[in-house]
């Protein structure tokens, strides 16, 4: 999926979460950070690597695009302050096992009649005290309507920022609304694109289409169907039965890891898999809600470490069916 450049643009003014003066130059180190993020003269194996990485689009790139330039112009002395801690994870299962109980706990819970283009998101981003050397991290609530034609609506509102170093902010559930609307964002026909608009069916094979058209493969890996139908989940908020068929597709490729149970950033029960991407660069956990059986999150880590990251990091989340009391 891909969202025109006057979308973006407009989407990095308003929701710029950066305290450097919007008009402010970089400094030389700055450009050349820059400058060696864009060239496109690296050796191919950096270049999957890249692609592996760069698991943002569409809706997310609307939503992440100003902390990704920001960013992209700040001393990396300053960018690495701190990231997320992960989720702690307890018991054992298998993904089999877990893919079983989500489809039972699919079959009796509520859900919606059919798919349906709004959803609800909770994400994050950094923002950077580049004299001080601090980074907090700033949770985004966002809410995105769009029609067959591209017209639509993205607003995003603010969560309390908190310091990835802080215990308490760490043990406890990690988004909450702040109020502030960060971004109302009114999409003209044609500006929001992706290359299913059709309300898909609750069928296997409608689905398995779905998810090639946004990208996978004939012969995915368990990396592949998650990143597919991260992308699904970005746009559509869909039936059980269409999550059912999203487990079992993750189930039958064949390569994810259980981890047992634990709670999300939003203070849910879950189950969590993980996938690992195929140059072993990053690494997903998809969390499963143990209540509804939904797919309601992925997390990315960096396995190798870089200039930016160190190995282990989180460098995002996000978080669907989110309720409106929680976003308000």
């Known amino acids: 999926m891909t969202t025109e450049n006057s979308v973006l643009e407009r989407a990095l003014s308003d929701a710029d979460p950066g305290r450097t003066p919007r008009d402010a130059v970089p400094d030389a180190k700055a450009i050349a950070t820059r400058d060696r993020i864009l060239r496109s003269t690296e050796a191919p194996k950096k ?3 890249a692609r592996a990485l760069c698991w943002a689009s569409g809706v997310v790139a609307v939503a992440t695009a100003a902390v990704v330039a920001f ?4 001393p990396q002395v300053a960018a690495v302050a701190g990231t997320p801690a992960p989720l702690d994870f307890e018991g054992e299962s298998t993904v089999a096992d877990i893919v079983e109980e989500a489809h039972t706990a699919l079959a009796t819970s509520e859900g919606p009649s059919e798919a349906v283009r709004t959803v609800r998101t909770a994400s994050w981003g950094f923002a ?4 001080k050397k601090e980074t907090k ?6 809410t995105l309507t769009w029609e067959p034609d591209g017209s639509g609506r993205m607003t995003i509102i603010a969560g309390v920022p908190y ?3 802080d215990a308490v902010a760490n043990s406890t559930a990690e988004v909450t609304s ?3 609307v960060v971004t109302d964002l009114i999409m003209e026909p044609g500006d929001f694109t ?3 608009t059709t309300v898909p069916a609750a069928d296997g094979a409608d689905m398995s289409a779905m998810l090639r058209a946004l990208g996978m493969p004939d012969d995915p890996t368990a990396f592949d169907v998650e990143t597919a139908f991260t992308s699904a989940l970005q746009q559509w908020t869909l039936t059980n039965a269409q999550h059912a068929e999203l487990l079992s597709l993750l189930e039958e490729a064949g390569d994810g890891v259980a981890l047992g149970t634990s709670t999300d950033r939003l203070g849910r029960p879950v189950a969590g898999i993980r996938v690992q991407s195929p140059d072993g660069a ?23 470490a870089d200039e930016v990251f160190d190995a282990g990091a989180i460098i995002s989340y996000e978080m669907w069916d989110v309720t409106e009391g929680t976003i308000e």
């Open 71 to 74: 960013a992209m112009i700040t």
């Open 128 to 131: 950077v005290e580049v004299g």
């Open 194 to 196: 992706t290359p299913w």
């Open 282 to 304: 990053a690494s997903d956990l998809i969390l499963i809600s143990r209540e509804t059986g939904r797919i309601v999150g992925v997390e990315r880590t960096v396995l190798i």
């Open 47 to 49: 270049r999957r690597r």
């Open 137 to 142: 991290v700033v949770p985004k609530l966002s």
């Open 178 to 180: 702040s109020g502030e």
């Open 163 to 165: 310091d990835p170093a």
